[in-house]
């Protein structure tokens, strides 16, 4: 038991002085902002605004998976984005606990899809003002990290972000 406290110390002492190396923007595997915009077929003046908003929360569905995904499982990622939001309650939803089924599903049948899920959460809950919206996104974000891990390429982001944004019960 004392290795792993010591693990865990170590971890976090680490994550205390490169935390700025792990800031979700900085994530390698997400879309350049500006590919991102243009698969939107926005007029310029549109992509800018879009790709300044890409990593924040919107009422409005994605554009493109927020990751680089091949075309079936961007496909996929979109329609885990309709699922996410109407969890959250972003878009009407009859069936939001069959919404969080068929996003835990997906995470736990498919790696790439993995990540792309705690994008797309990270996503909707960095500057989310609606408290009910918030409190379901963390809810969603819970009973992921509970059935399947970010991966470890997305590991050290989603640990940062936790810290930063999390309900101070949730960190």
Avoid at 44 to 66: C, F, I, P, Q, V
Avoid at 137 to 154: D, I, K, N, R, V
Wanted: aromatic share 10%.
């Amino acid at each position: 038991m004392r290795t792993y406290t010591k693990e865990v110390a170590l971890k976090e002492l680490y994550l205390d002085t490169y935390a700025s190396m792990f800031a979700f923007e900085k994530f390698a595997l997400l879309r350049d902002p500006e590919e991102y915009a243009a698969a939107g077929g926005f007029l310029a003046g549109h992509r800018d605004e879009k790709a300044a908003t890409m990593l924040t929360y919107s009422t409005h569905k994605l554009l493109t998976s927020l990751t680089a995904l091949d075309a079936t499982p961007r496909r996929a990622a979109l329609k885990l984005n309709r699922a996410i939001m109407g969890f959250m309650g972003e878009k009407r939803s009859y069936a939001s606990a069959d919404l969080c089924v068929d996003v835990v599903a997906a995470g736990l049948g498919d790696a790439a899809l993995r990540v792309e899920i705690y994008c797309q959460l990270m996503k909707q809950l960095n500057g989310n003002p609606a408290p009910d919206s918030a409190a379901k996104g963390w809810t969603l974000f819970l009973m992921c990290l509970l059935t399947f891990p970010p991966g470890a390429q997305l590991e050290n982001y989603v640990h940062i972000f936790v810290r930063d944004h999390a309900p101070p019960e949730l960190r």
